[in-house]
């Protein structure tokens, strides 16, 4: 069975400070792992990762992958309370299917 | 560009009640289409996945059922609401390997 854990659970962090989410994988075929931001409702796609070692940027958001240690991590540089949402890590395991983690939940404090 | 629809926005139905939720897509043909729940503090679970009109499939064995009548059009469908059907729908569209996600819908049962 597919499995995605996302760590930690949720954090609380103040205006201007970093945070590291971590998001690990075991799954049967992994053709790329994506990243997204939900807010009140629908999540909205932040990145997609399919190369180790290339790290993405947006903005004061990036993202890495390590497909040998089976494992991503999203940064978030100088937090605003604007980024205080769900951010949920899913990895796609077919042409249909994503596999979510449960999400870690950031409340970033003014 | 494209856009995706969800309605209605929240929904409140008594335990026993039928069901019916409807997503539409609009600016693009063929999409693959997916219904999923996300219940509260937990990542999004698949429920069901189309790659065109009439093709359903289903992921997790429930008292829910989806229909795609129409080539932008995906309808997730209960004969009767249990109290674990509550949860927030969301209904997402790919082209590729990214999906994109509709506003939802929160649905209550009592």
């Known amino acids: 069975e597919d499995k995605v854990v996302q760590s930690p659970l949720s954090l609380v962090v103040h205006e201007g400070d970093t945070v590291t989410l971590n998001c690990s994988y075991e799954?049967?075929?992994?053709?790329?792992l994506l990243w997204y931001k939900q807010e009140k409702k629908a999540p909205t796609f932040l990145f997609m990762l399919t190369s180790s070692g290339i790290e993405k940027k947006s903005g004061r958001l990036s993202s890495i992958l390590d497909k040998k240690e089976l494992f991503s991590i999203l940064n978030i540089t100088a937090t605003q309370t604007g980024d205080s949402a769900i951010y949920l890590c899913?990895?796609?395991?077919?042409?249909?299917?994503?596999?979510f983690g449960a999400g870690t939940t950031v409340t970033v404090r003014a | 560009s494209q856009t995706i629809h969800q309605w209605p926005a929240t929904l409140v139905q008594p335990v026993g009640s039928p069901l019916s939720l409807e997503c539409t897509v609009e600016g693009t043909s063929n999409p693959n289409l997916y219904w999923y729940r996300q219940a509260a503090g937990r990542g999004l679970q698949l429920l069901f996945y189309s790659v065109g009109i009439g093709q359903i499939s289903s992921e997790v064995p429930q008292n829910l059922s989806a229909s795609r009548p129409q080539d932008r059009q995906f309808i997730l469908s209960s004969k009767k609401l249990l109290l674990s059907d509550s949860g927030f729908y969301l209904c997402?569209?790919?082209?590729?390997?990214?999906?994109?996600f509709g506003p939802g819908t929160r649905l209550t049962v009592l």
């Open positions: 799954v049967t075929n992994f053709r790329s």
């Open positions: 899913a990895v796609d395991v077919n042409d249909y299917k994503l596999s």
């Open positions: 997402a569209w790919s082209f590729g390997d990214t999906q994109y």
